[in-house]
T-cell receptor
Framework: SQTIHQWPATLVQPVGSPLSLECTVEGTSNPNLYWYRQAAGRGLQLLFYSVGIGQISSEVPQNLSASRPQDRQFILSSKKLLLSDSGFYLC????????FGPGTRLLVL | GENVEQHPSTLSVQEGDSAVIKCTYSDSASNYFPWYKQELGKRPQLIIDIRSNVGEKKDQRIAVTLNKTAKHFSLHITETQPEDSAVYFCAASIIGRDDKIIFGKGTRLHILP
């Protein structure tokens, strides 16, 4: 069965600092990978998705970027965090049904 | 592109009663409709899904119905229990064409004692 790891679980960062969130997947090959952000009490906003190594599709313009250096690794980055980047970041994998990782809770102060 | 509307945004039901959450979609090509449950502070988890070649699917106390003509689908929870309190998301996708799932905005379900 597939397992999704995300780290860190929680992160507090100052405005203007860089960000790197990592997602790794086990138990499957060539998965579709997704990054979502969920603001407090809100829905799921798709940020990026990838159907293969080096292939990234961006859904919303923002100061975030994503990379997929390996088949089962998906990284979300920012050079300078904004207050509005606070939220719950979820990595998901799947080609039909999507399964979510445990998430990273980011607070930008 | 696909758009998924979900209602209501908040729903309170007495323990033991039934709860119904409704969603509509815009793209008639959509053929896969999953439902997720998200408990407070946790990840969304798939609870049931239905494909467009089926009109209804049931798993114990939860069931999903699909009306392709009207382009709407619903989640039914019977004999609600306190542990059913959560946010529920419907979603729609086109298997074989798109790589994305389009989510509704969610319904916060409160089970009252």
């Amino acid at each position: 069965s597939q397992t999704i790891h995300q780290w860190p679980a929680t992160l507090v960062q100052p405005v203007g600092s860089p960000l790197s969130l990592e997602c790794t997947v086990e138990g499957t090959s060539n998965p579709n990978l997704y990054w979502y952000r969920q603001a407090a009490g809100r829905g799921l906003q798709l940020l990026f998705y990838s159907v293969g190594i080096g292939q990234i599709s961006s859904e919303v313009p923002q100061n975030l970027s994503a990379s997929r250096p390996q088949d089962r690794q998906f990284i979300l980055s920012s050079k300078k965090l904004l207050l509005s980047d606070s939220g719950f970041y979820l990595c998901a994998q799947g080609q039909e049904t999507q399964y979510f990782g445990p998430g990273t809770r980011l607070l930008v102060l | 592109g696909e758009n998924v509307e979900q209602h209501p945004s908040t729903l309170s039901v007495q323990e033991g009663d039934s709860a119904v959450i409704k969603c509509t979609y815009s793209d008639s090509a959509s053929n896969y409709f999953p439902w997720y449950k998200q408990e407070l502070g946790k990840r969304p988890q798939l609870i049931i899904d239905i494909r467009s070649n089926v009109g209804e699917k049931k798993d114990q106390r939860i069931a999903v119905t699909l009306n392709k003509t009207a382009k709407h689908f619903s989640l039914h929870i019977t004999e609600t229990q306190p542990e059913d309190s959560a946010v529920y998301f419907c979603a729609a996708s086109i298997i074989g064409r798109d790589d994305k799932i389009i989510f509704g905005k969610g319904t916060r379900l409160h089970i009252l004692p």
